[in-house]
């Protein structure tokens, strides 16, 4: 990962991380293979500092009605899943991102 700028957050060595991706950020510019490897070497390193760290994973907020940021939330879904992470699914908390009510936040 270029600058490994994530390294200046684990001088504290956290217990509990949540960790949002920059998904919405890198949507369009990063394919999210290379999203999901950047994801995992963050957490390798995490690792690194303390095995027993208790990792949570969630997406950026929905954007209306996306097509390809979408299809993404949902491959960081499934990675989190297979890879024995916890997923916080706050997509449900919001309005379903293809209505106008999501405008309306």
Do not use: C, R
């Amino acid at each position: 990962m270029q600058g490994n700028l994530h390294l200046k957050n684990l001088i504290t060595k956290p217990d509990v991380v949540i960790l949002e991706p920059f998904l919405l950020d890198s949507n369009g510019l990063i394919i999210i293979d290379h999203s999901l490897q950047n994801i995992s070497a963050i957490i390798e390193d995490l690792k690194n500092e303390n095995l027993d760290v208790f990792l949570f994973l969630q997406p950026g907020q929905p954007i209306h009605k996306a097509i390809y940021y979408s299809d993404d939330i949902e491959a960081l879904k499934s990675w989190t899943e297979e890879n024995g992470y916890t997923y916080i699914d706050n997509w449900t908390s919001w309005p379903d991102y293809q209505t106008e009510e999501l405008k309306e936040i």
